[in-house]
């Protein structure tokens, strides 16, 4: 039999697509992406791969267990495909090219399953079922042993010789990109043939797409109504130009917009970007934003300006734009979130970084579409010292290999270039950027003049909890950020217990499930805007990114970074005629700062002892001095060993990764060491739960996804609490593998603290 009559997939209208049709239909697919997305000289690495990831379907067995599961429709024993494809090209071609066929075996292997890391694979491939799976592929298609002889004759000496011109650093992600190029192809021909109402559907959407040059307009358009008719303004339209004016001429690289509170970075930073994406020929811009809570007025500025054909915002709590339970699988924004093909994507600090250390298909197939974009990351101040590391080592390498370029937004940038003395480089693990950080915008006193409109109190005032609620409530409106989600729940209850109006005073954090969050900072802009008298008792989850304004910030003592972000929701738009004020604080029945806090709070002090009351706290060099110090103290900046799961320099060399180990590593959130409940808070959340426990909803991937916007993480001895009290009902999922989720009772939810247990305040530091 030869291809043509062995079967890839067949239809639910009983189509068949032969193996051969769909092979050529990935294989030109794959080699077009990493074409476009590292180099034209590896394109026929690309149509290989493509070529022969679904060998393995021509088995006997695969084919009996196609035709009876699709055509006959009964049970029949499933037939590993995968591993007998990449164990053909490792044979094939090991000997003679030992890197070219290490990368196909790892993206062939994994292609339905994900990356393994190399031992596992090894053990594939010796295994015996693996070896008579190929044979029996060889036995009824021996046309692949043939093409892979004429491939490697042709091209094989020439894709080895590249490959290993391939600096070590950058060869772990080479071959994530090379597999996200065939997951993709292989999805979307897939897609182009089981379901054509859904293909049709995203050729639509990408029709739709505007050019960059069209997205320049438009922002222009957007830009040109305001009036520079304040001096807070002219300078807003300097800054602005400069943005411009900087993209239209300098080279990829990595660049830093530091700009002074209210000075227009969103739109300054999305002008740049669309100048240097036109200038270097990118095809997209990825924005990334640290919080889910922020994120959502970033992307509806910027759809209001380019409009939602042109956006898409993909992170944990999204919303489809259809009705899942009408269909699900026409939703746009599920199917840009597979892949990533949109001119503009807003996300988040853990979706991006998490996908580009991911093993599993769904998560890296959209990898391919970072490569050449232009990215700009805000509040970078924020990226998690633990991870540092591998995050600035993944930057270097779709830098200097994959062609992006870089804007980092931060009122506090810390020395990502920079390496403080060799005893921190080396046992602390910090990996700074091998290219300078170059600021787009010099920093200039006098042009950031008016916006100073903030007085800071840096050395700490002493306060109790009742004193600090006694301060607060001599102000009409004020911002109160603390260090634990126990300090904001007792700093709330304090201003109950002096009489204030529980109407007047809003608290916000992470025992409060996201779409509560989201309310509660709609409620704080609305009773702003209206003038209101407010009071916002918060941890840090409102320190950056939030666009609010109060007169006075009082802010619990940390680290230098984190004083001046609270101090950027301080005064915004300078409309009162005296100074806002900032103001840092102890708690006498504080928690004790531990680990990272610690650390910063330590290096604020030793700062302080050196500084100059003269000098502007917020200046570019007193925050590198105050990161010299932080850094040199932080105990380690690869706290997971990614560097050795991934860089180690002898694997690197012979392409031997732990690809699934790092995947499990690598998590910014790490919330292994608390259970997930699922709130009732208002209306919709509430029925949601109702409908899930009473069965008329199913637990599938859009109910799942639906309720992570009701999703609270809780320390286990919160959660034995909630269960005793009977506050939990557990849901099983997968009665196979008694997989359950629990849902919180109403009586377990409070509309101003959120998730309420016996003892409701966590001591531990809040997990952002």
């Known amino acids: 039999m030869s291809t043509k009559d062995h079967l890839a997939h067949i ?109 596992d694979l090894d053990q594939v491939l010796e295994d015996g079922e693996t070896l008579m799976r190929l044979h029996d592929t060889l036995e009824h298609d021996r046309q692949v042993s043939t093409l892979l002889e004429h491939w490697a004759e042709e091209h094989g000496h020439k894709i080895e010789r590249h490959l290993g011109k391939m600096d070590s650093e950058d060869r772990q992600l080479f071959v994530r990109i090379l597999f996200s190029c065939l997951t993709d192809a292989d999805f979307l021909d897939t897609e182009a043939f089981m379901d054509r109402e859904r293909r049709h559907l995203r050729l639509e959407i990408s029709r739709q797409y505007s050019t960059m040059t069209e997205l320049r307009e438009l922002l222009r358009q957007h830009t040109d109504r305001f009036q520079a008719t304040s001096s807070i303004n ?20 990595f660049y830093s ?33 640290p919080y889910t809570s922020i994120i959502t007025q970033t992307a509806q500025t910027f759809r209001e300006i380019f409009g939602e054909h042109n956006i898409l915002e993909h992170h944990s709590d999204i919303r489809f734009e259809r009705d899942a339970e009408i269909d699900e699988r026409l939703d746009r924004t599920r199917i840009l979130a597979e892949n990533w093909d949109a001119p503009i994507i807003i996300t988040t600090n853990v979706q991006f970084f998490e996908s580009l250390f991911a093993h599993k298909t769904s998560r890296c197939r959209k990898l391919h579409h970072i490569c050449q974009a232009t990215l700009v990351f805000d509040e970078v101040q924020i990226f998690p010292t633990g991870f540092l590391h591998p995050m600035l080592r993944a930057l270097n390498s779709l830098y200097y290999s994959f062609g992006t370029q870089t804007l980092f937004c931060s009122a506090t940038l810390p020395n990502f270039d920079e390496v403080v003395g060799s005893e921190y480089a080396h046992k602390k693990n910090f990996f700074a950027l091998e290219e300078k950080v170059q600021p787009i915008i010099p920093y200039d006193r006098e042009h950031f003049a008016p916006f100073d409109r903030v007085d800071y109190q840096i050395e700490p005032v002493q306060y109790s909890m009742e004193g600090l609620a006694e301060a607060l409530a001599q102000h009409p409106s004020a911002l109160c950020i603390v260090n634990t989600r126990r300090e904001a729940a007792c700093l709330y209850r304090s201003l109950m217990g002096i009489g204030l109006p529980p ?141 050795n799961l991934l860089w180690h320099s002898c694997n690197s060399e012979s392409w031997r990764f732990d690809f699934e180990q790092a995947s499990q590593e690598f998590m910014m959130i790490d919330e292994r060491n608390k259970i997930d409940i699922f709130t009732p808070y208002k209306k919709e959340g509430a029925n949601l739960l109702g409908q899930i426990k009473c069965g008329k909803r199913p637990l599938d991937r859009s109910a799942l996804r639906l309720l992570q916007r009701y999703r609270v993480g809780v320390y286990e001895k919160d959660f034995e609490t909630l269960c005793q009290a009977g506050r939990l009902e557990r849901v099983v999922i997968d009665h196979r593998s008694e997989r359950a989720i629990y849902l919180l009772t109403p009586e377990g939810y409070d509309l101003a603290l959120g998730t309420k247990t016996d003892n409701p305040f966590i001591d531990g530091l809040l997990a952002v």
């Open 11 to 119: 239809s639910d209208d009983k189509r068949e697509q032969s193996m051969s049709d769909h092979a050529e239909a990935v294989a030109t697919l794959c080699a077009r992406f990493i074409s476009e997305s590292y180099s034209p000289r590896l394109t026929p690495l690309g149509w290989l791969v493509g070529r022969l990831h679904d060998a393995g379907k021509a088995q006997p067995s695969f084919q009996r267990y196609l035709r009876a599961v699709a055509l006959e429709g009964e049970r029949a024993p499933k037939a590993p495909h995968s591993a007998a494809g990449a164990l053909l090209c490792f044979r094939g071609l090991a000997d003679l090219y030992p890197m070219t066929a290490q990368a196909l075996a790892y993206c062939i292997d994994g292609h339905h399953r994900g990356l393994r890391g190399y031992k």
């Open 234 to 253: 002219q300078k807003r339209k300097l800054f602005l130009d400069a943005c411009r004016e900087h993209g239209r001429q300098c080279n990829k690289g």
């Open 257 to 289: 917009l530091l700009l002074p509170t209210g000075g227009g970075k969103t739109l300054s930073s999305m002008a740049w970007a669309l100048e240097h994406a036109i200038q270097h020929q990118s095809p997209r811009i990825i924005y990334v934003i």
């Open 503 to 643: 109407d007047r005073v809003i608290h916000l954090s992470r025992m409060m499930c996201s779409a509560h969050i989201q309310d509660q900072i709609t409620s704080i802009k609305d009773r702003l805007a209206q003038g209101e008298p407010t009071i916002i008792v918060s941890t840090q989850l409102i320190e950056a990114g939030v666009d609010i304004d109060l007169p006075v910030v009082y802010r619990a003592f940390a680290g230098l970074d984190s004083i001046v972000q609270a101090g950027g929701r301080c005064n915004r738009e300078g409309r009162g005629l005296e100074r806002g004020r900032m103001i840092c604080f102890t708690l006498t029945e504080g928690s004790r700062a531990m680990g990272e806090l610690h650390d910063a709070q330590q290096a604020c002090r030793q700062l302080l002892r050196t500084w100059a009351g003269d000098q502007d706290l917020t200046s570019p060099e007193i925050i590198s001095s105050y990161y010299k110090i932080f850094y040199t103290a932080v105990s380690q900046f690869d706290i997971k060993g990614i560097e």
